[in-house]
């Protein structure tokens, strides 16, 4: 019945089609004059790539602009070289705690695939722009929240290159680290890196601890990490040995709902080229979140290339008709529909902080060392949090990732691949607690994909209320 859910959402998704704009002519002064007014049509006017001054400005500026619209935020933890990195949330009255679900979407883990930061940040100005002006937009920003990191690897993009700048202070090129090797999750294969590039150990960088606690702290139903290049859309795993995701069914619709919006090949990741260490295997075998990579445009980034960004997102000149912009809404369609997740609803006193957790290990897959060694896989411990205030007639909606979860492939003996259809049916401890921390009510809740589970919260309910003891 779950599944059914997920696929019968995908089927009724309806996107419009994609706005006709560039295309290109013999004529060099007739070409700028076409991408003058094409440029005009990308969300935010952009004709040229950005810097880092102009993505921290502009979305700085943007949540000044749009109070209650869009939330600037700074992430922890800052990189090697002691740089910040910004992101925005956009939704509607975006400062309070409302339980909807979440679209994460990222640009930059390699810091030289510059297209990956610019259609991150032009779907922010598409849903801020549209907001009031387009109802299917103004529906989803009324459902769920979306977070945009546009630069994640702010080292490397500095310098313009693949890694971040690893533990080096000087950022020597020996010393740099691909974090998209990084993730815990079957971190140390070597798959796709070495000793050197995949980093010191599993999640050892401060820009992967950067998502991960967003990931984990925040219900993310789907995440989009853009790269370049070769329009191609990726799903785990990371690895054929792996074997396929429990979720292939509702991930496979997924991409393919998505792949029918952008003309992108959907695939299984591994089946393009094999890596470990990657975004979506982690956020995916953590929190059971649908997450995708997205290899934006045909050609890598180079200063001229802006035109290109501008057709893969818009879906014009050579891209005609089939647009980036559509299937980044259709992710969103899904992310905010209780089809693709799960909901726990119920009724608590006003004020009170709900907060749902878990724990468990990942592992890393067996570590290959130098001289053909391989250590053992080292176990990860994973924590999920999320908290939820209890709106003023008690009654809360909480839109949320499925506490069943999927059984991992990276295991304490090593790689098992287990296949569609093998879950895990772990629970979500719920406390109902005051302001002051004090947990007043504690309750497990059970609750797979597509599924709604009502709390009551009686017990809570009636000590913070003054009316039972309080010990």
């Not at 879906?315 to 005609?320: H, L, M």
């Not at 176990?379 to 209890?390: C, F, G, K, M, N």
Request: hydrophobic residues 35%; glycine residues 10%.
């Amino acid at each position: 019945m779950t599944l059914a859910l997920g696929v019968g959402l995908l089927g009724s998704l309806s996107i419009p089609a994609a706005t006709a704009g560039f295309a290109e002519s013999a004529d060099p002064a007739a070409a700028v004059q076409e991408l003058a007014a094409q440029a005009a049509a990308l969300p935010s006017g952009r004709t040229t790539y950005r810097a880092i001054t102009d993505y921290n400005d502009e979305m700085l500026a943007l949540s000044t602009q749009h109070p209650g619209l869009v939330k600037h935020i700074t992430l922890p933890h800052k990189t090697r070289q002691g740089r910040e990195v910004y992101g925005i949330e956009v939704t509607h009255d975006v400062d309070a705690s409302d339980g909807k679900p979440v679209l994460f979407m990222m640009g930059m883990h390699h810091g030289n695939e510059w297209p990956s930061g610019e259609h991150t940040l032009e779907f922010a100005y598409d849903l801020i722009n549209n907001d009031g002006k387009d109802p299917r937009i103004t529906r989803l920003l009324d459902q769920a929240r979306v977070i945009f990191v546009p630069v994640v690897n702010v080292d490397g993009f500095m310098l313009n290159r693949r890694t971040s700048c690893g533990v080096s202070p000087t950022c020597a090129s020996s010393a740099g680290v691909d974090i998209n090797r990084n993730y815990p999750f079957g971190w140390g294969s070597n798959a796709g890196s070495n000793a050197t590039t995949r980093g010191p150990g599993p999640g050892s960088e401060p820009e992967i601890q950067n998502i991960m606690d967003l990931t984990s702290a925040n219900q993310v139903t789907v995440l989009i990490t853009n790269h370049t290049s070769g329009h191609t859309l990726l799903r785990p795993p990371l690895e054929q040995r792996a074997g396929d995701a429990p979720d292939e069914a509702a991930y496979a619709a997924l991409t393919d709902a998505m792949a029918a919006k952008n003309g992108y090949t959907g695939m299984k990741s591994g089946f393009d080229y094999e890596t470990t260490g990657e975004t979506p295997d982690w956020s995916y075998y953590a929190t059971r979140g649908l997450g995708f990579t997205f290899e934006i445009m045909k050609t890598q980034s180079t200063n001229n290339t802006y035109p290109e960004v501008i057709e893969d997102y818009l879906g014009t000149g050579r891209y005609e008709g089939k647009s980036n912009r559509e299937a980044f809404m259709v992710a969103l369609e899904y992310a905010a529909d209780p089809a693709g997740h799960s909901v726990i609803t119920g009724q608590g006193p006003k004020g009170a902080v709900l907060t749902i957790t878990k724990d468990f290990d990942l592992w890393t897959a067996p570590i290959k060392q130098a001289g053909s060694v391989i250590d053992p896989p080292i176990a990860v411990p994973t924590h999920l949090e999320s908290r939820l205030i209890t709106p003023t007639n008690g009654k809360f909606t909480w839109h949320v990732n499925p506490s069943v979860r999927p059984v991992p492939a990276y295991t304490e003996t090593g790689v098992v691949a287990t296949g569609p259809g093998k879950f895990l049916k772990e629970s979500w401890m719920l406390t109902c607690a005051r302001p002051t921390g004090e947990v007043l009510e504690t309750v497990h809740v059970t609750v797979d994909r597509g599924e709604k589970v009502d709390v009551r919260l009686q017990e809570c309910k009636t000590r913070f209320n003054g009316n039972g003891p309080k010990n």
